[in-house]
């Protein structure tokens, strides 16, 4: 048993095995590449084109807080586009009480990103925000390219990452949620009402229900999305059916939540060799990942890898993605990843304590591991040590403090609650078996009758060992 331990530990040391690189081969090679046309002849060939990275230019309005975390936010939305596979070219930042209504930024600023966009040739501006469905057509007529917000760049890094069918669903439903209310026609100067009166100007041909092709295409969205949530609620009746067993079991689930590229992934990796795709990239993996170990006195547990989470996550993504947070919210302990290396890792905490809330996870008892402690200088150690004081600091990457994490999981896990001895007939192994799997074994004899057994159990197993206890 313990050599076994010891070869499977050897393997998730292998880089190859560690980080899924067969997936991230595969990822790489569909990448965009800088330097190729997006231009088009036919605008019906649209399979055929060419892609290139896309040329953005990143804008920002700093309402609140201090200049330094205006400028991280847009860092961390210049790592967002450049993830979506975009190149960005500048960057830049309006100071305001509150967003323009009409265009996000002010009419002074509009002119000034005109003039940037004109002279570097963006294809693309994104703003740090969820802007509105006016804004956003306001925006893009002044500036004359394409417009997104920071909530559909995030919706396109999913739509790019998720794998399962559970979680290409779960983004399509945030997408065409976020979608609906933002649909536009062809443009002003072309009608697509097809129908009206006789006497109205419609003409022969065209007199009909009335109905124009947005409203055909939002009726159709509607349909799609009650699809939808009927597939994502049969799909989390399958996972409550998985956590329902286990919870009969009373297997222990450990969630492992935190900031995207925390380095969640790769925590799960070490502490069980699980072999999940690791990118320094946000959003690298959305589906969640379940994983069984055992504590040094053998018992067993689970370990679960859930998406990882962002200042301003969506709504839409968060109310799609709540049947796999759940997985946290049912577990007996939150395993929070902190960006030890990141520039903000107390902004990093409570974003993903504000997300944990919103699912009603924020009850669950936290442990906080300040990953990659080999990219962070002394002092920002210092700082986080007198912060957090209960914090384990570790490094996936060299396995620094990975024994530490592991101690601290096992001594935070909830201890069976009945204890009690007995002596179990050879032909009950299974019994046997049990206890060694899922209580607390404290003492063990091997007599003529049977095995003789002093352990922790749930009530559950009491009750199946109720008819061989002895006293002591």
Known sequence: MLRARATFEDLADDVEF?????????????????????????VTEVEYRQLRLERVILVGVWTEGTATDAENSLTE???????????????????????????????GKVDELRSVVQSTGADTV?????????????????????????????????????????????????????????????????SRQAGGSASGNGGVGLRGPGETKLETDRR??????????????????????????RRR???????????????????????????????????????????????ADGRLYTLSDTVGFVRHLPHQLVEAFRSTLE????????LHVVDGAHPDPEEQVRAVREVLAEVGADAVPELLVVNKVDAADEETQLR??????????????????????????????????????????YDRGDLVARVHSIGEVLETAHLAEGTRIRARVNDALAAELAQFVVSS
């Open 18 to 42: 560690d980080t899924g690189e067969l997936e991230l081969e595969e990822r790489h090679a569909l990448r965009r590449v800088a330097g190729l046309s997006t231009e088009l002849a036919d």
């Open 77 to 107: 939305l210049a790592a967002l586009a450049e993830t979506a596979g975009s190149q960005v070219l500048d960057g830049l930042i309006q100071r305001r009480g509150r967003p323009d209504s009409s265009t996000y930024i002010g009419r």
């Open 126 to 190: 994104i703003c740090d925000g969820e802007l509105s469905p006016s804004q956003l057509r306001t925006l893009e007529s002044r500036v004359n390219v394409k417009v997104i917000d920071r909530t559909a760049l995030i919706l396109d890094i999913f739509a790019q990452h998720a794998k399962s069918k559970e979680g290409k669903a779960q983004v399509e439903l945030a997408q065409l949620q976020y979608f609906l209310p933002r649909l536009r026609g062809w443009g002003e100067a072309l």
């Open 220 to 245: 159709r969205i509607r349909h799609r999305i009650a699809r939808l949530k009927r597939e994502i609620a049969a799909m989390a009746t399958i996972r409550d059916t998985k956590r329902a067993t």
């Open 249 to 295: 079991n009373r297997v222990p689930s450990v969630a492992i939540a935190g900031y995207t590229n925390a380095g969640k992934s790769s925590l799960l990796n070490r502490l069980t060799g699980a072999g999940v795709l690791v990118e320094d990239a946000l959003f690298a993996t959305l589906d969640t990942t379940t994983r069984r170990s055992r504590t």
């Open 327 to 334: 997985e946290v919210a049912e577990a007996d302990l939150v």
């Open 384 to 425: 986080l040590k007198r912060l957090w004081p209960d914090a384990v600091f570790a490094s996936a990457r060299t396995r620094v403090g990975i024994e530490d994490v592991r101690a601290a999981v096992e001594q935070r896990l909830p201890w069976p609650a009945i204890e009690l001895q007995a002596v179990v007939p």
